[in-house]
């Protein structure tokens, strides 16, 4: 049982929960999530199951897109409405400002982790020490936001936007950035993740609806391929003549594709055998020496 699953994660359960609860219904050990939802948080949580568990990475470096409620006024220690209030504020709702602070986050630019996080620090988790009352330095993190929409205002201290963004934003590290842009103070009220990569809301299945789906026998219908799941990325097809060295985790050159798509130097690529199988995933790579281009493993799905 090699694939993945597109849950929808409820509030009240972590994103270990999921993958117990998932483990436990497809009886397999080998599960995993592709990027951690917060507890309070909802939607959609990619789980991948089997061989397709190699492919975790990948899909947790595709963009996301959530539905945020954003509570101006006050500033809380999580950054969202689980924590503490530390400081409120007196403001006049605005929302002409409010959409001209919006545009400044578009783009790329650094933003720097909550202490409450699940990112590791000499081998202790940020929130584990925020619960201690401790506070360390962190590096602020690479990330870029590719739209905000506002979805709906209920003044005079709510709004609701919808967030495209990179792998390793922080919803409520954004809330709470832009209440303090606008002098107002924020939290994240609310989160809901509305996509991830091809994954999307509205395919999501519920853990009650897949215990239900895997008693009924149907686990193929919520199953969706290795191959299916990084359909984004470009193919190659190898000969049988060289199968071995794909099977084999060797390098392949081109005079050995059958089927190639035009791959840029250095991009990541599927690896296929003669029978259609997906075997690997691949870096396009030109070698100087041959003059010849080539296809070198990352990793083996066998």
């Not at 470096?61 to 809380?76: D, L």
């Not at 395919?203 to 191959?227: C, F, H, Q, R, Y």
Request: overall charge neutral.
């Amino acid at each position: 049982m090699d694939g993945v699953i597109n849950i929808y994660k409820e509030r009240g359960f972590t994103s270990h929960d999921v993958v117990a609860v998932v483990r436990k219904t497809l009886n397999t050990k080998k599960a995993g999530h592709t990027g951690t939802l917060d507890p309070d948080a909802e939607g959609v949580l990619p789980v991948c199951v089997g061989q397709a568990t190699k492919l975790a990475d990948y899909i947790m470096a595709e963009r996301k897109s959530y539905r945020a409620e954003i509570t101006f006024g006050a500033e809380t220690t999580t950054q969202d409405a689980s924590g503490e209030v530390i400081e409120k504020y007196d403001f006049r709702f605005d929302e002409n400002a409010l959409r001209n602070v919006l545009k400044e986050f578009i783009g790329p630019q650094r933003q720097l982790p909550p202490m409450y996080s699940a990112i590791k620090v000499n081998g202790k988790k940020l929130y584990e020490l925020a619960r201690e009352g401790k506070e360390i330095e962190r590096k602020a993190r690479e990330i870029e936001i590719y739209d905000i929409r506002i979805v709906d205002i209920f003044p005079p201290d709510r709004a609701v936007i919808d967030v495209d963004c990179s792998k390793g934003t922080y919803i409520r590290t954004l809330c709470s950035d832009i209440g303090k842009k606008l002098g107002w103070g924020a939290y994240m009220s609310s989160l809901t993740r509305t996509a991830s990569g091809r994954f999307l809301i509205e395919d999501a299945v519920k853990l009650d609806e897949l215990k239900e789906i895997a008693k009924n026998g149907g686990i193929d219908s919520v199953l969706i391929t290795p191959d299916r799941a990084l359909a984004d990325y470009k193919r190659i097809t190898v000969g049988k003549k060289a199968e071995k060295y794909l099977y084999n985790g060797g390098k392949i050159y081109d005079r050995y594709f059958t089927c190639a798509a035009k791959p840029e130097i250095n991009e990541t690529v599927l690896g296929y055998d003669s029978n259609g199988r997906l075997v690997g995933i691949y870096t396009f790579l030109y070698d100087k020496e041959k003059d010849g281009f080539y296809i070198k493993p990352v990793r083996l799905m066998l």
